[in-house]
């Protein structure tokens, strides 16, 4: 299927990998990309080293494109950013802040630079920075979010700006690739589904309680620091909840959640760690390979599209 992103980006099928702290390392990113999809490695917290090995570990499994997340909290972003063009990714993903400080040099080396926004404002103000196309995110999306819903969001983006829109939030299968379309997006952007395949590095604790999660399943906590994150509900969330509706400060908060994403991945800490995930958990059923989750997802919308 031929969209203005897969010809972009010189991809298969119109689907990007959500770029997860922890979760987006090489094994999921490559898996993706040999699927058809955009794999993308997601840098987040890790040390810029750390990004290039992931980088070059993904070469070696793929020849097909794929691309890095670089998260905008992260104090290392400047030296993440270089390492991206000094490795040649084609092309890269956004989140939690503005990238405008380095798309001129992303630009210069040509590198296709889609950010991901949570509003028309930002949208508007990347396309005029430069941005070759965005995510526009609802607040279904698992992890760091804005607070408009994907079937508000998308539309309006898809107004406000003439480069492609790539739909994220509460899309899992064909019926919501099918609807995104439907919204003006070139593309779809998966994260909780992804957690939950074969390649994913994630424990399997953290796969089954997606797979165990109901549609309700989610919170948002850190409404109150502006940080608002939606997580699968668990004795963390709880704890932190209850913290926030005392009036807690960043500190004490921030002692709940200091390493609980990794705890949750790596140690499949699913109880006291931070289950990142989006709305669309409850449609989770069983754990699949890249492959199967792409060919089925794309077959399904193809059919609703009447594509097939
Ligand atoms: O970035 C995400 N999702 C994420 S990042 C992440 S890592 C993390 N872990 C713990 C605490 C905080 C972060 C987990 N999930 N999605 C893309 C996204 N970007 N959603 C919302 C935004 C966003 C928010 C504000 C984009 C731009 C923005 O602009 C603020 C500004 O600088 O004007």
Known sequence: MKTKITEMLGIEYPIIQGGMA???????ASA???AGGLGII???????????????????????PFAVNVMLMNPNAPEVAKIVIEEGVKAVTTGAGNPAQFMEEW????????PVVASVAMAKM?????????????MESGGHIGSTTTM????QVVDAVNIPVIAAGGIADGRGV?????????????????????????????????????????????????HPIRTIRNKMTKEYLKLEEQGAGLEELEQLTLGSLRNAVIDGDVVNGSVMAGQISGMIHDVQSCEEIITSVMTQAEKLMKLA
């Not at 922890?22 to 999921?28: A, N, Q, S």
Request: charged letters at 25%; glycine letters at 8%; zero cysteines.
């Open 152 to 155: 508000s969001l998308v539309p």
């Open 22 to 28: 922890w979760v987006g390392e090489y094994h999921l």
């Open 178 to 226: 099918a609807a995104a379309f439907m919204l003006g997006a070139e593309a779809v952007q998966m994260g909780t589904r992804f957690v939950a395949s074969k390649e994913s590095i994630v424990h399997d604790n953290y796969k089954q309680k997606l797979i165990k999660a109901t549609d309700i399943d989610s919170v948002i906590t850190g409404n109150s620091t502006g």
């Open 42 to 64: 997601g840098a987040a917290s890790a040390p810029p080293e750390v990004v290039r090995e992931q980088i070059r570990e993904a070469k070696k499994l793929t020849d097909k």
């Open 32 to 34: 993706v990309s040999q």
């Open 107 to 114: 630009k210069k080396a040509g590198v296709k630079v889609i």
């Open 126 to 138: 990347l396309e005029r920075a430069g941005a070759d196309a965005v995510v526009a995110e609802g």
